[in-house]
């Protein structure tokens, strides 16, 4: 599968999570990858349902990806990255006049309370240690009643790649990726999923939605080889929410 990690042996050549040296790679791989545009976005898309009118904060937008179908369906919406290069490829997607900005969600996030309806926050949280400080924001810039959309690496997949690991432990793992031909490293921070509710609880959210969702209908046959060894359609990679910000 396209972004489907490999266990590392050496990652002392490269700098982990360095968007700004291959985040162009990673929007090419990204535009017609398994993981990204048959699993991930339609997912995402799925949960966050009809948004017209709505504000959305797209958390770490990457390439524009998500942001873009978003926009299509009537949501006014903003977005942020901490890779000034991923901003600049998700501008020339999107347009001058979209509303994206370089912010980091480990910083105080530069929007007002209660200025959004929901947030997308795709693929991002796992890169993060502490999960308290970006989900206080998260919550923050969320009126009351909105929604956060996440979704984050399956707890399940530490094990998987790491079977003599401590699953109940917070710890950092990292793996190589190929994108577009341009090898790279992603360093992610495994948590068990208790851990993960009780975050969000802690943070002043309700949990939803729980899924563990099966790939877009077509990625059947445009990805014939590689969903054969999964008779129910579904595969481990991420785990989504839809929290309420109470």
């Known amino acids: 599968?396209?972004?489907m990690p490999v266990?590392?042996?050496s990652t002392t050549e490269v700098v982990a999570n360095?968007?700004?040296s291959f985040g162009e790679a990673y929007a090419v791989e990204n535009e017609t990858s398994l993981l990204n545009a048959y699993y991930t976005r339609p997912a995402v898309?799925?949960?966050a349902g009809d948004v017209a009118g709505r504000r959305v904060l797209d958390a770490g937008c990457g390439s524009g990806t998500i942001f873009e179908p978003l926009r299509d369906?009537?949501?006014l919406v903003t977005g942020f990255d901490s890779s000034a290069t991923m901003v600049e490829v998700a501008r020339r997607r999107l347009g001058p006049d979209a509303d994206l900005r370089v912010a980091d969600l480990g910083a105080p996030l530069p929007f007002a309370d209660n200025a959004f309806d929901d947030v997308v926050a795709a693929l991002v949280l796992h890169y993060l240690e502490d999960w308290s400080a970006p989900l206080a924001e998260l919550r923050r810039v969320l009126r009351p009643g909105g929604r956060l959309i996440l979704a984050v690496n399956h707890p399940i997949l530490y094990k998987m790649m790491n079977p003599?690991?401590?699953y109940f432990a917070t710890v950092k793992w990292s793996a190589e990726h190929d994108f577009a031909g341009r090898k790279a490293v992603l360093e992610y921070w495994h948590r068990p999923l208790h851990a993960m509710?009780?975050?969000f609880t802690a943070?002043?959210?309700r949990t939803a939605v729980v899924s563990e969702p099966p790939p877009a209908p077509e990625a059947r046959e445009l990805f014939a080889d590689e969903l054969a060894r999964y008779p129910s359609g579904s595969f481990l990679s991420f785990l989504f929410f839809v929290l309420e910000a109470v």
């Open 7 to 9: 266990t590392p042996e």
């Open 18 to 20: 360095d968007y700004d």
């Open 45 to 47: 898309l799925a949960l």
């Open 73 to 75: 369906r009537g949501a």
């Open 1 to 3: 599968m396209g972004r």
């Open 164 to 166: 003599a690991g401590d």
């Open 203 to 205: 943070a002043g959210f």
């Open 197 to 199: 509710t009780d975050a």
